[in-house]
């Protein structure tokens, strides 16, 4: 079976899917969109996130059929052209990607949750992220690019960073006198 969808603003297809495959295996391996990871297979560690007409699933527990003729975002698709998203840029300036296996799921539901919340509280930011697990940190890092990203977006980063000389240690430094 043929499967079209809109998959990061662009109609794709991919010829002899199975209805049942996942969505996950079709993009990654038929639509040549490695971002988006396979670590469990069963939706329980996050890392395969990507929006399904503007909601975040894990794309490992869709079946392939499911996705005909529907909008699709992945990691890839957040960033515009060669320039990355700012929750992107957040990720790499704090060191929240380690080995990056868990970093796409963690960029979509982050980039999810800053969509319907400006500026998150870390809860508010753990909750969100609940659903992503990541084996390398202990996710202070990831918590701190949240933050960062939504200093980015709400465009106060770039005064705070001249401020502040590296900006992203006196962010740490602040964040960390006020728990």
Known sequence: MRITATVNGELKQADDVWPG??????????????????????GECGSCTVYLDGVP??????????????????????????????????????????????TPGLLVAAHDLLARTARPSDPEIREALAGNLCRCTG??????????A??????????EEEQAGDGLGQQRSDRQGEA
Do not use: W
């Not at 996942?22 to 297979?41: H, I, Q, T």
């Not at 003729?69 to 990355?84: F, H, K, P, Q, Y």
């Not at 939504?150 to 005064?159: C, E, I």
């Open 150 to 159: 939504a200093d980015q977006l709400a465009g106060t980063a770039g005064a």
């Open 57 to 102: 699933v894990c794309a490992c527990l869709v079946a392939a059929g499911q996705a005909a003729g529907r909008s699709i975002i992945t990691v890839e698709g957040l960033a515009s052209g060669d320039a990355l998203h700012p929750v992107q840029e957040a990720f790499v300036a704090a060191g929240a990607v380690q080995c990056g296996f868990c």
């Open 139 to 148: 996710y202070g890092q990831i918590l701190e690019a949240v933050h960062l």
């Open 21 to 42: 495959e996942n969505l996950l295996y079709v993009l990654r391996e038929r639509m040549g969109l490695p971002g988006s990871k396979n670590a469990c297979d069963q």
